[in-house]
């Protein structure tokens, strides 16, 4: 029975590596469906290594659904948009086009314009705590991307 003991513990560390593997992707919308259709051939490193906006996600999918990736319409859209929200460029909030932050942080065309007029009145951003005195922007939806907003 004892013999049985180390295989146990081996095991169990395996179960949780593969736990804290699986909390790699920040919680967001798409983020099952990254889980689902894009682990069956690779692991997550290939995709949490890389950054792109919509645009270089919606080429990687296309290049994964030719080599068999499996998901419906929905799957894929949903996975294009969760991608290029969390592994999209980084964003300089002081310089981007109000077009780049929402495409690029997922932020609403008010949002956009609110951090644009704000740093036209009061000068550059210089740290991430200072975009939460934006009226009108939920500066929360940024923390979980807060590596890629550069100021
Ligand atoms: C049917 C198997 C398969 C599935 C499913 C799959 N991939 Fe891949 N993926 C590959 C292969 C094979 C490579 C290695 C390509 C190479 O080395 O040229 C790869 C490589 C990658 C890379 C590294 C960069 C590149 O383009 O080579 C990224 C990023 C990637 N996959 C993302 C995804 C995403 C996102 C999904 C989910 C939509 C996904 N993969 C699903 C087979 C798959």
Same mark, same amino acid.
């Given at each position: 029975?004892?013999?049985?003991?180390?295989?146990?513990?081996?095991?169990? #560390?395996?179960?949780?590596?593969?736990?804290?593997?699986? $909390?790699?992707?920040?919680?967001?919308? *798409?983020?099952?469906t990254?889980?689902?259709?894009?682990?069956?051939?690779?692991?997550?490193?290939?995709?949490?290594?890389? $950054?792109?906006n919509?645009?270089?996600? $919606? =080429?990687?999918?296309?290049?994964?659904? *030719?080599? *068999?990736a499996?998901? #419906?319409?929905?799957?894929?859209?949903?996975?294009?948009?969760?991608?290029?929200?969390?592994?999209?460029?980084?964003?300089?909030?002081?310089t981007?086009?109000?077009?780049?932050?929402?495409?690029?942080?997922?932020?609403? =065309? =008010?949002?956009?314009?609110?951090?644009?007029?704000?740093?036209?009145?009061?000068?550059n951003?210089?740290?991430?705590a200072?975009?939460?005195?934006?009226? *009108?922007?939920?500066? =929360?939806?940024?923390?979980?991307? $807060?590596?890629r907003?550069?100021f």
């Amino acid at each position: 029975m004892n013999a049985m003991r180390p295989l146990a513990i081996v095991l169990c #560390s395996i179960a949780i590596a593969a736990v804290a593997g699986a $909390q790699d992707l920040p919680a967001g919308p *798409g983020k099952d469906t990254v889980e689902k259709v894009c682990t069956t051939c690779h692991g997550l490193e290939a995709i949490v290594t890389m $950054q792109g906006n919509k645009d270089i996600w $919606q =080429s990687v999918v296309d290049d994964m659904k *030719g080599r *068999g990736a499996d998901g #419906s319409n929905e799957d894929f859209t949903a996975i294009v948009n969760y991608l290029g929200k969390y592994f999209g460029p980084n964003v300089n909030v002081n310089t981007a086009a109000a077009k780049a932050l929402t495409d690029d942080l997922g932020l609403t =065309s =008010s949002e956009a314009d609110a951090i644009v007029k704000y740093r036209a009145d009061k000068g550059n951003f210089k740290e991430f705590a200072d975009l939460k005195k934006v009226p *009108g922007l939920d500066a =929360s939806k940024l923390e979980p991307i $807060q590596k890629r907003i550069k100021f």
